[in-house]
């Protein structure tokens, strides 16, 4: 278990609430954030541990023609077969875990806080917990369903339908609140948001 000599704080949200913006307001005002999407890319990349494992266990078809793995490919088979998903998390996970202990004890050596960004972080943070990860607090970045929807559906280009269908994909945004200790609500102007952030960056 990683002891916390420094404050480990968990940010994450739901499709369309602001999660990114918050991340890029946060890292605009020098805190370090350590981005689990971006290491989830990594610990796939073409020689590493969990890309070999992945071959092996679902074959080289997942492959580009530059032996990367075919993202699309891959969730096409995952995601219609529960025993293949949770096989991926198996080899995944693991790596992930690793990675964001490693990138902990780097950024704790000149740094009090440390932000993790994780999306899934409420759904996962069972794992995490069993895997050494611990939070000190969780920040919710926060939206109305009404504004989630108008952002995704101008930001992707998409129908209401189908936004739909992604934001009911994820645990309600409203269930996450019991989780956070500090909520950042977005659900008015950049300025707003800002304002929201900064507030509570300026208790530290």
Avoid at 76 to 83: A, G, K, L, S, T
Avoid at 130 to 150: H, M, P, R
Avoid at 163 to 192: C, F, H, M, W
Wanted: a negative charge; aromatic letters at 6%.
């Amino acid at each position: 278990m990683i002891q916390n000599k420094v404050k480990i704080i968990g940010l994450t949200g739901g499709i369309g609430t602001g999660k990114s913006t918050v991340s890029k307001i946060i890292r605009d005002r020098g805190f370090p954030i350590i981005d689990a999407d971006v290491i989830a890319r990594e610990v796939v990349e073409i020689g590493e541990v969990a890309y070999l494992k992945i071959i092996e266990t679902f074959g080289e078809q997942i492959l580009n023609n530059d032996k990367s793995i075919d993202r699309k490919k891959l969730g096409n088979i995952v995601f219609c077969n529960p025993d293949s998903r949770l096989a991926l998390n198996r080899i995944v996970h693991p790596q992930i875990n690793k990675k964001i202990k490693d990138e902990i004890l780097n950024y704790s050596k000149n740094n009090d806080i440390i932000f993790l960004d994780i999306p899934l972080l409420i759904e996962e943070l069972e794992n995490f917990n069993e895997a050494g990860i611990q939070f000190d607090e969780i920040w919710l970045v926060y939206s109305d369903i009404e504004t989630q929807l108008k952002r995704i559906i101008e930001r992707d280009n998409t129908d209401y339908e189908s936004a739909i269908r992604r934001v009911e994909a994820q645990l309600p945004i409203d269930e996450k609140l019991r989780y956070a200790n500090v909520i950042i609500n977005n659900t008015g102007s950049i300025e707003e948001l800002i304002n929201n952030v900064v507030r509570e960056l300026n208790m530290f």
